[in-house]
């Protein structure tokens, strides 16, 4: 087994510390690796060993965020969309000053994708094959999957005034005056 050397995992510590820290105060958009690598006391070239820009940076902590989602679903897969959606949104209440920031930020698009391209896949295996009400299946899991990324915008930017049990009820009964037809188990939410 590779061991990484303790002196990588302490500069990547504080760069990614430090970059949290920044984001959730200053915002994604403002943060410079000039003042990434002065806060958090290293150089700038022991930053540009570890990532290329800030945008790299971000797309391995969004990539990692991503990375347990997939677990938390993968450990729910037996479970429904609602229920699973339960634990979804309380991960992202957990994280939710990291995911602020990168919904008010204008530059953090990859986030958006990867998060849209998750989801979508998420979608996809949750819901029965002949649910898909038009014929072209990627407009279908786009469209859910966007309407679902906002409701969990709206949630995590508190513009949503209510807890993630009825977050995810809403969404439930949505889905369902859409006649989409979803796996649940047989525990009352059917």
């Known amino acids: 087994m590779n061991k990484i050397d303790r002196r990588i995992l302490k500069s990547r510590q504080a760069i990614q510390s430090t970059f949290l820290q920044m ?15 002065e806060k958090a006391n290293i150089s700038r070239k022991t930053f540009y060993l ?13 990539d990692d965020h991503i990375a347990q989602l997939r677990e938390i679903c993968d450990q729910k897969k037996d479970m429904g969309l609602i229920e699973d959606s339960v634990s979804w949104f309380s991960y992202f209440e957990q994280h939710k000053s990291f995911f602020a920031a990168l919904f008010k930020s204008r530059d953090a698009s990859s986030f958006r994708k990867k998060l849209s391209s998750f989801t979508m896949g998420e979608i996809n295996n ?21 309407a679902i990324i906002g409701v969990l915008e709206s949630y995590i ?27 649940f188990p047989k525990i009352g939410y059917a």
């Open 50 to 62: 570890h990532y290329m820009d800030k945008y790299d940076l971000l797309d391995k902590i969004v």
């Open 157 to 183: 930017l508190d513009e949503v005034d209510s807890d993630i049990e009825i977050v995810a009820m809403q969404v439930k009964q949505l889905l369902y005056k859409l006649n989409i037809q979803i796996t």
């Open 126 to 146: 949750k819901i029965n094959e002949d649910s898909y009400p038009i014929t072209d299946k990627h407009i279908f899991l786009k469209f859910l999957g966007t």
């Open 23 to 37: 984001l959730v105060k200053e915002g994604f958009d403002e943060i410079t690796v000039r003042n990434m690598t």
